[in-house]
């Protein structure tokens, strides 16, 4: 299930969706056998996001199917950070170039 939705903002280590994922557990010589390795029970795993952004795009899964069923590969969300800081910088100075050219009138 989705813990967020597309278009929502999240910050690095935010729960984007829950899983489910299969447990080993693993008997002791105490309780008669060992059973290493063997998947028993299942659990919910949080898978959570890597970095700040806003949520873009997000896969089409279906709840109870496995994740390489519905899709290639394991990305199942998209999260886009924004434009990069240094082209704001660059806004600044081409504004700021402009203004100068119009008061030297170079």
């Known amino acids: ?16 969706a829950t899983v489910n994922v299969p447990e080993k557990r693993r008997l002791t010589e105490s309780e008669g ?44 969300a998209v999260i886009d950070i924004g434009p990069p800081w240094w082209l704001v910088l660059l806004g600044f100075l081409l504004a700021l170039c402009c203004m100068m050219c119009c008061l030297f009138k170079i």
């Open 1 to 16: 299930s989705w813990c967020v939705h597309k278009g929502d903002y999240v910050n690095k280590g935010d729960c984007i």
């Open 33 to 76: 056998r060992r059973l290493d390795g063997r998947r028993l029970t299942r659990m919910d795993q949080n898978i959570s996001a890597p970095k700040n952004g806003y949520v873009n795009k997000e896969s089409d899964l279906v709840p109870g199917q496995k994740i390489s069923d519905n899709q290639v590969g394991p990305t199942i």
